[in-house]
């Protein structure tokens, strides 16, 4: 069983940063990846980003070169750096992880942009 928690939340004015922590609990944290999603008012949940077991990340287009993914495994915890910050990346952020074909969800925190 994992669960996972996300803060770090908020509004934030065009062109600011924020940094969101999604802390896991469960055995095991390092050895799997971890996703970061997006959903926005009426549209689908969408990828941000992954990091792999081995710190190898990748991400969706909106989020290169404006957004991070790290993670600490002492603290059991990933993170979303995300600057540069737009209206259109206003939208509840996931993390996700999967052990086999189950899925896991955090709760949500909510991303505003707007001045």
């Known amino acids: 069983q994992v669960q996972l928690v996300e803060s770090g939340g908020g509004l934030v004015q065009p062109g600011g940063s924020l940094r969101l922590s999604c802390a896991a609990s469960?055995?095991?944290?390092?050895?799997?990846?971890m996703d970061w999603f997006r959903q926005a008012p009426g549209n689908q949940r969408e990828l941000v980003g992954y990091?792999?077991?081995?710190?190898?990340?990748d991400y969706t287009g909106f989020a290169k070169g404006r957004f991070t993914i790290s993670r600490d495994n002492a603290e059991n915890t990933v993170y979303l750096q995300m600057n540069s910050l737009k209206p259109e990346d206003t939208a509840v952020y996931y993390c996700?992880?999967?052990?086999?074909?189950?899925?896991?969800w955090g709760q949500g925190t909510q991303v505003t942009v707007s001045s």
């Open positions: 469960g055995s095991g944290f390092s050895l799997y990846a």
């Open positions: 996700h992880t999967r052990r086999g074909f189950l899925n896991y």
């Open positions: 990091i792999g077991s081995d710190g190898m990340t």
